[in-house]
């Protein structure tokens, strides 16, 4: 048992992988690249633009942060946090998420996502930190993401069913609590 939990410890924060190497281009979204992380614990250093903090190399939360820079020229007033707290459930559908000065949406909520949203994702049994991405595509039906760091083999994108009811909105995946809106 200890030995399993070592191993799988050890998975997380290395590259296993030969495809590709830590920090390498995998793909993009307007020009912002999406990079390669390795094991999904693995930390590459912090990146820091112009003294302001994007987060840590090749995470999830690094690639919104420099997407939502250099895409929207958006510096988040809160500049630091793991991917679970870009949701704030005491925000109202609709409101102002002041610590990242974008407009929160819940799931289910009144509002489509649309391209460009964050999607924020509330932790799991192998990820306590919750995971977000940017919507990249949306259609009546399903809800495609932009992620970088899902994990050692995944996919860059990821599509969700996406459905409506009595006026609301919703993404269908449990995981899903919201989105962000610039």
């Known amino acids: 048992m200890v030995v399993g939990m070592f191993l799988y410890k050890f998975s997380k924060k290395v590259n ?35 003294g302001y903090n994007v987060g840590l190399k090749y995470q999830c939360v690094e690639f919104v942060k420099r ?15 793991h991917a679970k707290s870009f949701y704030d459930p005491d925000i109202k559908d609709g409101d102002i998420n002041k610590r990242r000065d974008l407009t929160q949406f819940s799931n289910p909520g009144s509002t489509k996502p649309k391209v460009g949203d964050l999607i924020v994702m509330r932790p799991s049994r192998t990820n306590k930190f919750g ?11 399903d809800v495609e993401m932009i992620q970088q760091n899902g994990g050692t ?6 599509r969700f069913g ?10 269908e995946n449990e995981r899903v609590l919201g989105w962000l809106r610039k």
């Open 16 to 50: 296993l992988n030969p495809n590709y190497e830590i920090g390498q281009v995998i793909d993009s979204l307007n020009q912002v690249a999406v990079c390669y992380n390795g094991g999904v614990r693995h930390i590459g250093g912090r990146n820091v633009v112009d």
């Open 67 to 81: 997407y939502y820079l250099e895409h929207y020229n958006h510096k988040m007033p809160d500049s630091y946090g």
């Open 131 to 141: 995971h977000v991405g940017i919507v990249s595509e949306v259609t009546d039906k």
């Open 153 to 158: 083999f995944a996919s860059t994108r990821v």
């Open 162 to 171: 996406l459905g409506r009811n009595e006026g609301e909105w919703w993404i």
